[in-house]
């Protein structure tokens, strides 16, 4: 007859002395993340002409999005700030990426831009809002579809003075709900002087303002991710410049930008830093940002929620106060 082993609150390292072949669950968790496939999805904010869907449609190496800038003079301009999406499955190298992004045309294009920035608000915090909707039904799909937003790259215009108030009350409002990544759009039209000036005026003016960048500090990273996060931080905001056209230099062809004066070559580091923001990106904190958004913005929102939730039920079931009638159950949202 067996005995019962009581389990051991302490768990001691023991070496083996033949071949398991549990070493191959990262392959068939793999096995199983490529069939599935992942789902990335990025907003665009930023005012019309800064090169938005120029600079998408360089990072993932395709025409992904048109521009929806004004090219006719007879075209009426947006009265409001648009919401727009545009969804592609890409593949690399076998690996399926589903890639949604979020358009935003018409911000900061009226000439009142007061609460702007409310629709973006809104439409990012809906996602939660849907995300925690479909979790909460009883007969749940087995794969959720995630549409919360992972990352949203904030254009700042390459004026070389400092952030526009409008800037820094959109960034305080995004930076509370959605990973932020700020780029200085165009930066070609900078001096490198004026370029590194201007990205630690950027930088003094966030820390005043005590607005938060991702990538965030986390007590969970080691060495080497610290070490990653920090030249990322050093680098913030990105000057970057996009192109998808190709021009030719010394008889190689490169997606650049030409002029009276040379050619702009996107993925030199010495003309711009489009390369460590795509490496950033897609190379190093792509899975990042999905976690980030679940465990940091989708969590707070859904503790707000359901703590809510139960506060209602509460007051519910101790019934209503004669002075004051019985509040109505909130529902799930901002």
Known sequence: MALAVEPSSKSNQMG?????GFDTITQQIEKKLLKRGFQFNVMVVGQSGLGKSTLVNTIFAAHL????????????PRQTTEIQNASHIIEENGVHLKLNIVDTPGYGDQVNNENCW??????????????????????????????RIHCCLFFISPTGHALKPIDIAVLKKLSEVVNVVPVIAKSDSLTMEERLSFKQRIKEELAFHNIRMYPYESEED??????????????????????ERNVVIDGK?????????????????????????????TRTHLQDLIETTAQIHYEAFRSKQLLALKESSQSAASGPTPASPASPTP???Y
């Open 65 to 76: 999005i048109d521009s929806k800038a004004r090219t006719d003079v007879s075209e009426p």
């Open 222 to 243: 080691d060495e080497q991710e610290q070490a990653l996060n920090e030249s990322i931080r050093d680098l913030i905001p990105f000057a970057i410049v996009g192109s």
């Open 16 to 20: 083996l002395n033949g071949y398991v």
């Open 331 to 333: 529902k799930i949202g």
């Open 253 to 281: 062809a490169v997606r650049g930008r030409r002029n009276r004066w040379g050619v702009i070559n996107v993925e030199n580091e010495n003309h711009c830093e489009f390369v460590h923001l795509r490496n950033f990106l």
């Open 118 to 147: 409310e629709p973006i608000i809104k439409y990012i915090k809906d996602q939660h809002s849907a995300y925690l909707r479909k979790e909460l039904t009883a007969m749940r799909d087995r794969y959720i579809q995630d549409t």
